[in-house]
């Protein structure tokens, strides 16, 4: 048996609705495990995907516009750490 982890949401309905949708072979049936984090496993200080993005993107921008900094002064000061 092959394990293809995906994400999915549960509707008001009891139905699932995954993310994205599954490579495999057509009107095959499969075995659905799922598993639902309980209240304390959920980090609210963890950043949302859109925040994740915003940064990416703005790391991007500044990379390609040149405003970076040599990966050897990054340590700097950081030896004693």
């Given at each position: 048996m092959k394990?293809i982890?995906v994400?999915?949401t549960i509707n008001?309905?009891g ?7 599954l490579m495999?072979?057509?009107n ?6 799922v598993?639902?984090?309980e ?6 200080d963890?950043?949302s995907?859109?925040?994740?993005v915003?940064d ?15 990966v050897g002064q990054l340590w700097?000061g950081?030896?004693?750490?």
């Amino acid at each position: 048996m092959k394990a293809i982890k995906v994400m999915a949401t549960i509707n008001e309905h009891g139905q699932l609705t995954l993310d994205h949708p599954l490579m495999t072979d057509n009107n095959s049936r499969v075995e659905v495990i799922v598993l639902i984090p309980e209240a304390a496993e959920i980090d609210e200080d963890e950043p949302s995907k859109k925040v994740i993005v915003e940064d990416f993107r703005q790391a991007w921008h500044e990379a390609m516009t040149g405003q970076t900094i040599p990966v050897g002064q990054l340590w700097e000061g950081l030896e004693d750490v």
